[in-house]
């Protein structure tokens, strides 16, 4: 694996209401090509459907020689995905994503072929997005720091079964419609970026959008801005640079990929990531004598699990303890795709000393809702009380690396991996198109509880998973705490649904 020498430039391409900024995608599309530059561009449904009416449907094959994500239909018409999405629950959110936007997907796919990735439009992350999109045999979230909800460092991670990056961006905000000005500030910021860059870091990342080339402000603020929804009729283009501006500044663009290339980088597409690191952990099984290490690491930091080249989720950690615990006698336990839960645990779950055998009986009940559901519960029962998924992992974990103690003491424990869920003062909710206030909780709260997917990405120079020790340590190397309880605003209370027979 190449390290320290690659460059990502995302340029999501969306602005289907300015007929120039196809002219200056085209300028865009230029200088990479004479640069032998790829780049990765998320496109909206709509944009797409505006070549058809505007007869530049020669966009779809130059752009074809890149990596093209799906950036959403509409963008940031309202309702946004975020809005239509904010009071609903998990199941009802992946139910409003996929009827709003399987339409808009079908059409970029049918035009590209496989698409390389996801971008959520703006301050529109959500998780239930996610969950959704690994359905559509798309492999990658391709964000940013600014706007996605997780902080692992910069680093890719895998979150809901997708391959996720959300790195800090090493270019001016806006960038293209800063240029010629900017040209130094951007190539001092990629130099700053490298030299800071550890000798085993990700890729540098640059994100823009072609329509900065001809405008002066961004098209969906001018008619969405702050909540805004006029009449389609009254929909219209963004303001525009100066023809001579607009030559210089893609005159500079040229300039600054010419100046990438002379540092030494190399370009590197969403297509090429997804491809780096794949998950091992589908269809992997863990023999007997690697599940008791990786119990005993589960343990030790209520988080994920690594051993050379294999990842586990806490979720993925769950259903093979539960299983461990239910067939003892296994040569082997396979690896299980689970999502986390779909609401907090209840305000009164149990925590107090348990007999084993109770203990084994209540993992037979999650092995069989994990199995049936493909998602960790919310609770899980034993004899009268329930108790928090996150407890009983520990507590499971704890037997099956001491399995000669008769009881065990569950005692309350969060998932270590929600601290790599930014607090919501850190979240990007002021993005311009939002109406003033708009502060979406529950998203908040979904992505929290989908913390329990989150794992490592290992490249494929990663070393096996033989002889290797489990470890699984959260580095927090941001500001925020270490996670305390996860409850709702209204704490719940009751006993846990009996998953389907």
Known sequence: MVTGTEMAIRMDTEDFLTPESDAALEMVLDALERHDATATFPLVAEKLRSWDKLGHRQL???????????????????????????????????????????????????????????????????????AVVRTWRIPMEFSEAWNSYLDFSGRPCHYLGLLHWSPPVCAPKPFLSALPGCLDEALAL????LGRLPADGPPLCVVAHPTELCTSAFWDVVNFGRGRMPQEGDWRPAPLRAATDVGAAAEALGRFVAELRGMGLEFITARDLAARFPDRARNACLTGAQIRPMAACVLEHASWAVCGSLALSAAEALGVVCRALCVPDAAAIAVRAC?????????????????????????????????????????????RSVAAPADFLSAAARVLRDPEQTSVVIAPRAVAAEVCVKPPARLHWDWPVFAE????????????????????????????????????????????????RLHPPAPTTGRPTAPPA
Request: aromatic residues 8%.
């Open 339 to 383: 999502d986390g839960p779909s609401a907090p645990p209840p305000a009164d779950s149990v925590a107090g000393p348990l007999t084993q055998s109770a203990l084994v009986e209540a993992a037979r009940w999650c092995d069989r809702f994990i199995d049936q559901r493909g998602q960790v519960p919310s609770a899980i029962p034993i004899g």
């Open 60 to 130: 779809i094959g130059r752009l074809a020689r890149h990596a093209v994500g799906y950036h959403s239909n509409t963008h940031s018409v309202h309702p946004t995905i975020a809005e239509e999405l904010a009071p609903l629950g998990w199941p009802a959110a992946q139910a409003a994503f996929a009827a709003r936007e399987a339409a808009g997907f079908a059409e970029v796919e049918g035009a590209f072929g496989p698409l390389a990735c996801w971008t959520q439009p703006g301050g529109n992350w959500t998780a239930a997005a996610l």
């Open 437 to 484: 206030g708009f502060a979406p909780m529950e998203l908040w709260l979904q992505a929290r509880l989908q913390a329990w997917t989150l794992k490592p990405a290992l490249s494929e120079s990663a070393g096996t998973a033989g002889a290797a020790s489990w470890s699984g340590e959260v580095r927090r190397g941001s500001a925020h705490p270490v996670p305390g």
């Open 190 to 193: 990629v130099d700053s970026a």
